[in-house]
């Protein structure tokens, strides 16, 4: 393991990299299923962390915002090789499918008239209920008692009432004061210090770059690539849990103004459950069919580098500073209220634009309820339920 530690340079980051391109080509299944991925290729079969050190970087990136998957991936290879191995490991998984979706994207361009196709319009009706499952997911885990809960509808309320980027970031820093101050507990027991190298001054730097981007760019919004910039790196820095949770936090920011047209999106959504890797390469997608004036692979380039690089940030500021900050009490707090805010926001986006521009009728939600049962009862994967609506709402000309 030591050994482990001290390998450095450019064999190492190629290593990483290597590693994790394979997994990107073959990790299907979401986020759950890579993590399980990752601890057999890592723990089990190279042994670079053990059991304890590989479950350790599970639990940090649990309570950090981002795609967790993506984010442990990072950790990983930051461990085996520095900041270049994180880059790598990123890189590594992420690149494969996302070239996938720009091609697809590339081929949607093409197309016309998706707007009268049955089959997109189930997959409309699917992705209510795919936001739907995440969202009731996260609830019951973050929101298991009556502050919490109330915390969460108060955030809904008032990100429907007054919807913007600056108010979504004002919710979570609300909720975490909101936090400190209602929802203190017992302080959960810290398990054995990470084995992770990073120096405080640069674990400060980073996490003050992530909060000044987080607070500066609403308002640098002046240019097509800095508000696509923007947006993508918002729907980043809020999403706690990633996979299909970021879906309604995209489409709030891409498809109300116009930058991408909604037929595009859920057709894109679907294709996005049939590659592997993590879904926020989604956001490649997205900036490739983007309206707001930019070339597809600038776009494309632009909205994947602004939805990983919260998590890459986060990462790398927190590690540094982890074994202390989670053994004090009002962090924990804090980190409570804000899951709650984060709760909020996402049930706001599951009403609007997510439910209200997909059922339109009895036959809608007849079907949005079939798709929610088999996702929550049966367990059916997110892929199988995907085809299974497209062919419904092809069927029945929805």
């Known amino acids: 393991m030591q050994q482990g530690l001290e390998r450095k340079g450019w064999r190492a980051v190629a290593e990483v990299f290597g590693v994790f391109l394979r997994l990107g080509l073959t990790s299907f299944g979401g986020p759950v299923a890579h993590l399980g991925y990752f601890r057999e290729e890592f723990v089990r079969r190279r042994g670079w962390l053990d059991e304890q050190g590989y479950a350790d970087l599970v639990a940090l990136c649990q309570f950090l915002p981002g795609p967790a998957s993506s984010q442990v991936g990072m950790a990983v290879g930051m461990y085996r090789a520095g900041l270049w191995g994180a880059l790598a490991a990123w890189a590594g998984f992420t690149l494969p499918s996302a070239a996938l979706l720009v091609?697809?994207?590339?081929?949607?361009a093409r197309l016309e008239d998706l707007g009268s196709a049955g089959w997109l319009h189930?997959?409309?009706v699917v992705a209510v209920a795919v936001v739907a499952q995440a969202v009731w997911g996260m609830a019951q885990g973050l929101t298991p008692d009556r502050p919490r809960v109330t915390l969460a509808v108060g955030a809904a309320a008032v990100a429907l009432l007054w919807p913007g980027p600056a108010v979504q970031v004002a919710i979570i820093a609300a909720s975490g004061v909101v936090g400190t101050w209602l929802l203190r507990g017992p302080v959960n027991a810290a398990s054995s210090p990470l084995p992770l190298r990073l120096g405080a001054r640069a674990g400060a730097l980073f996490l003050t770059l992530f909060f000044a981007l987080l607070l500066a760019l609403p308002l640098l919004r002046q240019t097509p690539a800095l508000a696509l910039f923007d947006s993508f790196y918002r729907a980043g820095s809020l999403v706690f849990g990633?996979?299909?949770?970021?879906?309604?936090l995209l489409q709030a920011e891409v498809v109300p103004p116009g930058w991408v047209a909604e037929e595009a999106f859920v057709a894109g959504y679907g294709a996005a459950q049939a590659v592997p890797g993590p879904l926020f390469t989604f956001a490649a997608y997205l900036?490739?069919?983007n309206r707001v004036g930019l070339e597809p692979l600038a776009g494309a380039a632009i909205a994947l580098v602004a939805v990983f690089l919260p998590a890459f940030l986060l990462v790398a500021g927190t590690?540094?500073?982890w074994n202390r900050l989670r053994s004090y009490a009002?962090?924990?707090a804090a980190l409570r209220g804000v899951n709650a805010g984060v709760v909020g926001i996402l049930l706001a986006a599951l009403y609007t634009p997510v439910w209200t521009s997909a059922v339109h009728s009895p036959a809608h939600f007849a079907l949005m309820l079939g798709c929610f049962t088999l996702l929550m009862h049966w367990k059916a994967p997110p892929w199988l339920v995907v085809l299974l609506a497209a062919g419904v709402g092809a069927l029945l000309g929805l």
């Open 103 to 108: 091609l697809f994207a590339l081929g949607v």
């Open 122 to 124: 189930g997959l409309k």
């Open 242 to 248: 990633g996979g299909h949770v970021v879906l309604p």
């Open 287 to 289: 900036g490739a069919v």
């Open 319 to 321: 590690l540094p500073f």
């Open 330 to 332: 009002g962090v924990q």
